[in-house]
């Protein structure tokens, strides 16, 4: 386990120090093809599997890692795969939401035969298509060695709405999340999610209060993957900050 961690930040540092962005795009555009393919596959899979009704992931090997530059977890919702020509402003569709949309365009890979009808505002600063800075470079790096998916599915969500004072109606977000092992393009298994929003509010003078609501049960939604995840997956070893 430590050696087979070792080997992958390893050559993780070993890329990252001896390619600028510029190579990596160059040089490495047939893996990035091939990983939009694989990405496909699993996605065309997620919209065949009916809801979970339990949370089980069984791994077929203990690999995963998480750390920030040397994850091999990728996470990206359902409905982002609809459309990749522009970059979406979709909620609970994953922290990886802007690299999944920007990775066609960095590469310049021609996804319009994947695009399908949304509803799903654009928008058009959503983005960091952009060859600038070392955060750009972690994301095309991450994209490339991702190993395994793990994909939001989102079933049911009720917006919270203020209504004076300390009031307001609970919103709350139901659905799951599947996980893939994306070189195989396997489900693994996944777990179920549901969310509601916090029993209380602590919104400042002059916020947005419906803006902040929403944004604590994103956050809240968030939260829960990444518990249920690293509890189904007990081999993870966390050094720093979890994140995925």
Same mark, same amino acid.
């Given at each position: 386990?430590?050696?087979?961690?070792?080997?992958?930040?390893?050559?993780?540092?070993?890329?990252?120090?001896?390619?600028?962005? *510029?190579?990596?795009?160059?040089?490495?555009?047939?893996?990035?093809?091939?990983?939009?393919?694989?990405?496909?596959?699993?996605?065309?899979?997620?919209?065949?599997?009916?809801?979970?009704?339990?949370?089980?992931?069984?791994?077929?090997?203990?690999?995963?890692?998480?750390?920030?530059?040397?994850?091999?977890?990728?996470?990206?919702?359902?409905?982002?795969?609809?459309?990749?020509?522009?970059?979406?402003?979709?909620?609970?569709?994953?922290?990886?939401?802007?690299?999944?949309?920007?990775?066609?365009?960095?590469?310049?890979?021609?996804?319009?035969?994947?695009?399908?009808?949304?509803?799903?505002?654009?928008?058009?600063?959503?983005?960091?298509?952009?060859?600038?800075?070392?955060?750009?470079?972690?994301?095309?790096?991450?994209?490339?060695?991702?190993?395994?998916?793990?994909?939001?599915?989102?079933?049911?969500?009720?917006?919270?709405?203020?209504?004076?004072?300390? *009031?307001?109606?609970?919103?709350?977000?139901?659905?799951?999340?599947?996980?893939?092992?994306?070189?195989?393009?396997?489900?693994?298994?996944?777990?179920?999610?549901?969310?509601?929003?916090?029993?209380?509010?602590?919104?400042?003078?002059?916020?947005?209060?419906?803006?902040?609501?929403?944004?604590?049960?994103?956050?809240?939604?968030?939260?829960?993957?990444?518990?249920?995840?690293?509890?189904?997956?007990?081999?993870?070893?966390?050094?720093?900050?979890?994140?995925?």
């Amino acid at each position: 386990m430590k050696n087979l961690i070792s080997v992958l930040i390893v050559a993780f540092l070993l890329t990252s120090c001896s390619d600028s962005v *510029e190579d990596v795009l160059n040089n490495r555009r047939e893996d990035a093809v091939s990983k939009f393919n694989q990405l496909y596959k699993c996605y065309e899979l997620a919209k065949t599997i009916a809801p979970l009704t339990d949370d089980e992931i069984n791994w077929e090997t203990k690999d995963a890692i998480v750390e920030t530059g040397e994850s091999n977890v990728y996470q990206v919702g359902l409905e982002s795969f609809k459309d990749l020509s522009v970059p979406l402003n979709i909620p609970y569709d994953g922290t990886r939401r802007r690299e999944h949309a920007d990775m066609a365009m960095l590469f310049n890979i021609d996804l319009s035969s994947h695009i399908e009808p949304h509803d799903y505002v654009v928008n058009d600063k959503y983005s960091f298509n952009t060859l600038e800075g070392e955060f750009t470079e972690n994301a095309v790096l991450h994209f490339l060695n991702s190993k395994y998916l793990v994909l939001n599915r989102v079933v049911e969500f009720i917006k919270p709405q203020y209504i004076s004072g300390d *009031e307001y109606d609970a919103g709350f977000v139901n659905g799951d999340v599947l996980v893939f092992d994306l070189e195989k393009a396997k489900l693994l298994g996944g777990f179920v999610l549901n969310v509601k929003s916090n029993s209380n509010i602590n919104v400042g003078e002059g916020d947005d209060v419906n803006s902040e609501l929403v944004a604590s049960l994103n956050s809240k939604v968030y939260e829960e993957i990444k518990r249920k995840f690293k509890n189904l997956t007990p081999f993870l070893e966390v050094k720093h900050n979890y994140h995925f």
